[in-house]
């Protein structure tokens, strides 16, 4: 995506517009850093963010889980292979 700094986008910003109303998205940055996008109205939103517990009652886990491998993790430690 393009970048434009925000100098530039304030003397061509017709061109711009009319450039981001076609379908041509870009950034506006001051300083090289992107402080905005611009995108033509009706473009899709982005995905909504998967929340923690997305998975809530399709997996399970096990009761022994914090002790699973402790035997090896053990071994390791006393500097055994």
Do not use: C, W, Y
């Not at 001051?30 to 473009?43: E, R």
């Not at 998967?50 to 699973?68: A, E, K, N, Y």
Request: proline share 6%; net charge positive; aromatic share 4%.
């Amino acid at each position: 995506m393009r970048k434009i700094n925000i100098h530039e986008a304030k003397t061509h910003l017709s061109r711009l517009v009319e450039q981001a109303a076609a379908g041509e998205a870009f950034i506006i940055a001051k300083a090289g850093k992107p402080l905005v996008k611009v995108v033509p109205l009706g473009a899709p939103e982005p995905a909504a963010m998967r929340r923690t517990g997305f998975l809530s009652g399709q997996i399970s886990v096990p009761d022994d889980f914090d002790r699973m491998g402790r035997a090896d993790i053990e071994r390791l430690f006393d500097g055994e292979s």
